[in-house]
């Protein structure tokens, strides 16, 4: 079976070919099947955003489609920055300017807790979709640390690893990650579905 990824990430492509791959599913991009989807992230769930993306890209292909939304959710910011991670602050920042702000909001405070979310969606033709949500609860260090990583990852620390996501490595990170655990639940998720439907 061929999936489209709902995504013009070729990180996310390869990480969704290494394990969807187990299950005999081509993971193939937008590109490969010549089509350019722009959605907007209109939603207010992290579910909500991903069925979105994974919907439209189904229906512009008429190809299962598998979209994915993530951010970072701190207690003392409301559970913000969440949806709005990715264009946190607006415009025009860089990774650095959008963690110093959630630094920023946390000025004086004790409640540092924080979680990362992922969720994945993926829509089928025939109006079925599948659904995976992965967490990763932290806390939000004082001050960056690390130099892997992307996003909010130098801020994002794990009291059992003693390390932020920058100062870990890409397998280190896989295997605790909100994304590498929506990952894993999707896969079972998918197996499941597809054993039900003999495909
Ligand atoms: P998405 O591509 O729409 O899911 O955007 C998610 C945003 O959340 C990214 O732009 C990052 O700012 C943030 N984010 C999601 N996952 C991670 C992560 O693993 N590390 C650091 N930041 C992340």
Redesign the pocket.
């Known amino acids: 079976m061929k999936m489209v990824l709902a995504s013009k990430n070729t990180h996310k492509l390869m990480e969704m070919k290494a394990i969807l791959g187990q299950l005999g599913v081509e993971v193939v991009l937008e590109s490969d099947v010549g089509v350019d989807v722009d959605v907007e992230?209109t939603g207010e769930t992290f579910e909500e955003n991903a069925a979105l993306k994974a919907r439209a890209v189904m229906e512009a292909t008429g190809l299962p489609a598998i979209a994915?939304?993530?951010?970072?959710c701190v207690a003392a910011l409301g559970g913000g920055p969440g949806v709005y991670?990715?264009r946190y602050g607006g415009e025009g920042l860089t990774?650095a300017d959008?963690y110093q702000l959630v630094l920023d909001g946390l000025r004086g405070e004790l409640d540092r807790s924080a979680k990362?979310v992922?969720c994945i969606c993926c829509a089928f033709p025939g109006g079925d979709t599948i659904t995976a949500r992965g967490e990763c609860p932290g806390v939000i260090t004082y001050a960056p640390r690390g130099e892997d990583?992307?996003?909010?990852?130098p801020v994002f620390f794990l009291p059992e690893y003693k390390k932020t996501?920058a100062q870990m490595t890409a397998e280190e990170k896989n295997a605790v990650?909100h994304?590498g655990r929506a990952l894993a639940k999707f896969k079972t998720e998918l197996e499941n579905y597809l054993h039900g439907t003999d495909q």
């Open positions: 992230e994915d939304d993530s951010g970072l991670s990715a990774d959008r990362f992922s990583g992307f996003g909010y990852d996501f990650s994304r």
